[in-house]
């Protein structure tokens, strides 16, 4: 929150609004009850003042430009709300009028004087040499919306937030000793002599009888359920897929190949070396040694000139930005000294060392380049205007399997799906799409319903259809009798791991050694590396972490190991890190509980805050406002 804060007064208004889609905002009691009696204009109230639906509506637009700028993709107003955007603005909107109505209360102010310094200041507005340059400020305005009289009120109030802000919690730092004791808990090392027993380790249970199993599936049933599956029907639209059935004729091709020769024609190409002079004396002092038997390569090294100094490589005429130069350079004939060149910039001695002719790529050759060319061009403008197409032609009544075939789009049908993805065999269904929740919006639809699109990347939509709903069931033993057998011997091992982890801490507690535990109950011991509880060794889960770092110096503890083995220690050894404050590896971590302590001071004001004003949100014109949005 503190940081959000920093962000609106310091930076440019842009990246205040970006804010919005990345900070998590303070939550408080009293946001987000519906008042009843407000005017249809107000989205919430702060302390007593209106805040009217224009301001939450330029907030919004604001921040879906924000968001094209920054994403190049369109903000449709269905990701808007699974981003939490619109709450979030609102959030922000309540949260920036709270501080307002504080700092007003407070009498803060800031003088025209320092706010024109700070906009001055502001480096999105710098003329790239340290200077301010007005013609950015006002372009950059415009760019997001803003007249400059919003700006500078909009500035003003983000000053006195700011100050109010700073004045609550600055100076504020973590004390010492809780650094310490951070630092302590997050360096720590440990190491431990343990066994671990493992299904390996273990006998195989024998396998359950039929009225053994009948036993154990009967009050387990729920966990063998079959789960509601669902039947889709799938429409995918990308650029590449449209690209790709994309028809272009041979007269298209032949036409751009014409109108594009330059693309298809390599440009003659020469290796370039040439020594640069000041002065038309020193060429000419230099054309002379050259002229009188010194080589092109002692003049460089008599130059003290590096390769990059002369050497050009292999460069077409115009890469060469000196017209007069190139010019003479490709009309030379290869390996000749040039002579003193009177070029735009000075004077010029050359030599070309190998020319490369012109080539130009045959029509044959070169349509498949501007087949997928055109085809791609095409697919990017159709993909803008297909979801009108698409709904235009659902609202006629078809189907989407209809629709598919009608506009020529590749379908596909998921037979069986349930809500973590998997098919009737247990196994990831293949062919869902990469769209962000597909699988919980699929499982909130209805049989037919007509749908939304999910945005796929950049790259295009996916459309979805239920086409039918399986509901779960419970299922006979028959069924799935393989997999009870499976869970029957599983928890047996599990029973006889935890039985035979547990005798070893009895007798570990009871002062035995480790190593005569272990080789009594046909076990390993083992000693670890040095472990911190960031540990993420494959072998050391969070649970056996979590236990070792519980258990005293010489104790013995048990935990979970990632694989699900049961793992029993002793704590061998403890080593506190030494602890030093200015430490440089302590900064960062300073600063970042500096920043915990500062944001949860700062919530703990917006609470109080709003519980001595008020903030109230007016859910029903919010969500008329949103809707009249997605309507569109």
Same mark, same amino acid.
């Not at 048990?558 to 404050?581: C, E, N």
């Given at each position: 929150?503190?940081?959000?804060?920093?962000?609106?007064?310091?930076?440019?208004?842009?990246?205040?609004?970006?804010?919005?889609?990345?900070?998590?905002?303070?939550?408080?009691?009293?946001?987000?009850?519906?008042?009843?009696?407000?005017?249809?204009?107000?989205?919430?109230?702060?302390?007593?003042?209106?805040?009217?639906?224009?301001?939450?509506?330029?907030?919004?637009?604001?921040?879906?430009?924000?968001?094209?700028?920054?994403?190049?993709?369109?903000?449709?107003?269905?990701?808007?709300?699974?981003?939490?955007?619109?709450?979030?603005?609102?959030?922000?909107?309540?949260?920036?009028?709270?501080?307002?109505?504080?700092?007003?209360?407070?009498?803060?102010?800031?003088?025209?004087?320092?706010?024109?310094?700070?906009?001055?200041?502001?480096?999105?507005?710098?003329?790239?040499?340290?200077?301010?340059?007005?013609?950015?400020?006002?372009?950059?305005?415009?760019?997001?919306?803003?007249?400059?009289?919003?700006?500078?009120?909009?500035?003003?109030?983000?000053?006195?937030?700011?100050?109010?802000?700073?004045?609550?919690?600055?100076?504020?730092?973590?004390?010492?000793?809780?650094?310490?004791?951070?630092?302590?808990?997050?360096?720590?090392?440990?190491?431990?002599?343990?066994?671990?027993?493992?299904?390996?380790?273990?006998?195989?249970?024998?396998?359950?009888?039929?009225?053994?199993?009948?036993?154990?599936?009967?009050?387990?049933?729920?966990?063998?359920?079959?789960?509601?599956?669902?039947?889709?029907?799938?429409?995918?639209?990308?650029?590449?897929?449209?690209?790709?059935?994309?028809?272009?004729?041979?007269?298209?091709?032949?036409?751009?190949?014409?109108?594009?020769?330059?693309?298809?024609?390599?440009?003659?190409?020469?290796?370039?070396?040439?020594?640069?002079?000041?002065?038309?004396?020193?060429?000419?002092?230099?054309?002379?040694?050259?002229?009188?038997?010194?080589?092109?390569?002692?003049?460089?090294?008599?130059?003290?000139?590096?390769?990059?100094?002369?050497?050009?490589?292999?460069?077409?005429?115009?890469?060469?930005?000196?017209?007069?130069?190139?010019?003479?350079?490709?009309?030379?004939?290869?390996?000749?000294?040039?002579?003193?060149?009177?070029?735009?910039?000075?004077?010029?001695?050359?030599?070309?060392?190998?020319?490369?002719?012109?080539?130009?790529?045959?029509?044959?050759?070169?349509?498949?380049?501007?087949?997928?060319?055109?085809?791609?061009?095409?697919?990017?403008?159709?993909?803008?205007?297909?979801?009108?197409?698409?709904?235009? &032609?659902?609202? @006629? +009544?078809?189907?989407?399997?209809? $629709?598919? *075939?009608?506009? %020529? =789009?590749?379908?596909? !049908?998921?037979? /069986?799906?349930?809500?973590?993805?998997?098919?009737?065999?247990?196994?990831?269904?293949?062919?869902?799409?990469?769209?962000?929740?597909?699988?919980?919006?699929?499982?909130?639809?209805?049989?037919?319903?007509?749908?939304?699109?999910?945005?796929?990347?950049?790259?295009?939509?996916?459309?979805?259809?239920?086409?039918?709903?399986?509901?779960?069931?419970?299922?006979?033993?028959?069924?799935?009798?393989?997999?009870?057998?499976?869970?029957?011997?599983?928890?047996?091992?599990?029973?006889?791991?935890?039985?035979?982890?547990?005798?070893?801490?009895?007798?570990?507690?009871?002062?035995?050694?480790? &190593?005569?535990? @272990? +080789?009594?109950?046909?076990?390993? $011991?083992? *000693?670890?590396? %040095? =472990?911190?509880?960031? !540990?993420?060794? /494959?072998?050391?889960?969070?649970?056996?972490?979590?236990?070792?770092?519980?258990?005293?110096?010489?104790?013995?503890?048990?935990?979970?190991?990632?694989?699900?083995?049961?793992?029993?220690?002793?704590?061998?050894?403890?080593?506190?890190?030494?602890?030093?404050?200015?430490?440089?590896?302590?900064?960062?971590?300073?600063?970042?509980?500096?920043?915990?302590?500062?944001?949860?001071?700062?919530?703990?004001?917006?609470?109080?805050?709003?519980?001595?004003?008020?903030?109230?949100?007016?859910?029903?014109?919010?969500?008329?406002?949103?809707?009249?949005?997605?309507?569109?």
């Amino acid at each position: 929150m503190l940081d959000s804060m920093r962000r609106h007064a310091s930076g440019l208004v842009a990246k205040t609004l970006l804010a919005l889609l990345v900070v998590s905002f303070v939550l408080w009691g009293g946001i987000g009850q519906v008042v009843q009696g407000l005017t249809s204009d107000e989205v919430a109230t702060v302390g007593g003042k209106k805040l009217h639906a224009s301001l939450f509506i330029q907030q919004y637009e604001r921040t879906k430009q924000a968001y094209l700028r920054a994403t190049r993709q369109q903000l449709t107003e269905e990701m808007a709300q699974r981003l939490g955007i619109p709450s979030q603005i609102m959030r922000q909107l309540i949260v920036d009028e709270v501080l307002n109505n504080r700092a007003q209360a407070l009498r803060l102010g800031v003088s025209d004087a320092e706010l024109v310094r700070q906009i001055q200041a502001d480096p999105s507005f710098n003329d790239g040499k340290g200077g301010f340059n007005r013609q950015a400020f006002a372009a950059q305005l415009r760019e997001y919306g803003w007249s400059e009289d919003q700006f500078i009120l909009s500035r003003r109030d983000a000053v006195k937030r700011e100050l109010l802000v700073q004045s609550l919690l600055g100076g504020i730092a973590t004390p010492t000793t809780f650094l310490e004791i951070a630092n302590r808990f997050d360096a720590e090392e440990r190491v431990v002599d343990y066994v671990v027993a493992s299904a390996a380790t273990m006998s195989a249970p024998p396998a359950p009888g039929a009225e053994e199993l009948k036993a154990f599936f009967e009050p387990r049933k729920a966990a063998f359920k079959a789960p509601e599956y669902r039947k889709v029907t799938l429409m995918t639209a990308t650029v590449d897929a449209l690209a790709a059935i994309e028809e272009v004729s041979d007269d298209d091709l032949k036409r751009a190949y014409d109108n594009q020769a330059a693309r298809f024609e390599l440009p003659e190409q020469r290796h370039v070396q040439r020594i640069s002079f000041p002065d038309k004396a020193a060429a000419e002092a230099a054309a002379a040694k050259l002229t009188a038997g010194t080589s092109f390569e002692d003049l460089v090294a008599e130059l003290k000139l590096t390769k990059e100094d002369h050497d050009l490589g292999r460069v077409a005429r115009t890469s060469i930005r000196d017209t007069a130069v190139a010019d003479a350079v490709f009309a030379m004939e290869p390996k000749v000294l040039s002579g003193v060149i009177t070029g735009k910039f000075g004077y010029v001695i050359a030599r070309v060392l190998e020319i490369t002719p012109a080539t130009k790529t045959p029509f044959e050759t070169a349509k498949v380049e501007i087949r997928k060319s055109i085809a791609l061009d095409r697919a990017r403008d159709r993909i803008g205007h297909l979801r009108n197409e698409v709904e235009d &032609a659902r609202a @006629a +009544g078809g189907s989407l399997a209809d $629709v598919a *075939t009608r506009l %020529k =789009l590749p379908k596909s !049908t998921i037979e /069986a799906l349930d809500a973590q993805g998997l098919g009737p065999d247990g196994k990831p269904v293949e062919g869902m799409p990469e769209a962000t929740d597909f699988l919980k919006l699929v499982f909130e639809t209805d049989v037919k319903n007509e749908t939304d699109p999910l945005a796929i990347g950049t790259r295009g939509f996916t459309w979805y259809e239920v086409d039918a709903i399986t509901p779960p069931r419970e299922r006979a033993l028959d069924e799935v009798k393989d997999r009870v057998v499976a869970h029957f011997l599983a928890e047996a091992t599990a029973k006889a791991m935890a039985e035979k982890a547990g005798a070893a801490l009895d007798r570990l507690n009871k002062g035995e050694a480790i &190593a005569t535990v @272990a +080789g009594e109950l046909g076990l390993e $011991v083992k *000693t670890s590396d %040095k =472990l911190t509880r960031a !540990t993420k060794a /494959a072998d050391f889960g969070p649970g056996a972490i979590g236990a070792i770092f519980d258990t005293a110096e010489g104790k013995a503890g048990r935990g979970l190991m990632a694989d699900g083995s049961v793992i029993v220690f002793v704590v061998k050894d403890v080593t506190a890190p030494v602890f030093f404050a200015e430490a440089p590896e302590l900064v960062e971590k300073r600063k970042t509980l500096d920043d915990g302590f500062e944001n949860a001071m700062l919530d703990q004001y917006l609470v109080k805050a709003q519980a001595l004003i008020g903030a109230t949100v007016n859910q029903t014109t919010l969500a008329r406002i949103l809707g009249a949005g997605r309507s569109n």
